[in-house]
Nanobody
Framework: QVQLVESGGGLVQAGGSLRLSCTAS????????MGWYRQAPGKQRDMVAAITNGGSTNYADSVKGRFTISRDNAKNTVYLQMNSLKPEDTATYYCHMRTRLLYRDYWGQGTQVTVSS
């Protein structure tokens, strides 16, 4: 089993910044893909940012230029740096990882991000 623990959420004013962290209980070297999703009330859970072990990244159009995903294999951690936050970024953010070979999916419990106007 793989456990994912998220941290870094909170309340911030528009224009501010937050950095989310997701630490896995095993080496993320074994992961095929890692990323962040978010879900606001009444909306679907959508991909925000993703990164592969090869370093390729992908972002939702709404966050390009403002959010940056990165990883630290030595710390088994994936980060999401969020700058220039907007009220529409308010959501629960979930860490996601998928293993290689068997493609098993693991999710964190979610961390709340609230951006005030």
């Amino acid at each position: 089993q793989v456990q994912l623990v998220e941290s870094g959420g909170g309340l911030v004013q528009a224009g501010g910044s937050l950095r989310l962290s997701c630490t896995a209980s095993r080496s993320i070297f074994s992961m095929d893909a890692m990323g962040w999703y978010r879900q606001a009330p009444g909306k679907q859970r959508d991909m925000v940012a993703a990164i592969t072990n090869g370093g390729s990244t992908n972002y939702a159009d709404s966050v390009k230029g403002r959010f940056t995903i990165s990883r630290d294999n030595a710390k088994n951690t994936v980060y999401l740096q969020m700058n220039s936050l907007k009220p529409e970024d308010t959501a629960t953010y979930y860490c996601h990882m998928r293993t290689r070979l068997l493609y098993r999916d693991y999710w964190g419990q979610g961390t709340q991000v609230t951006v005030s106007s």
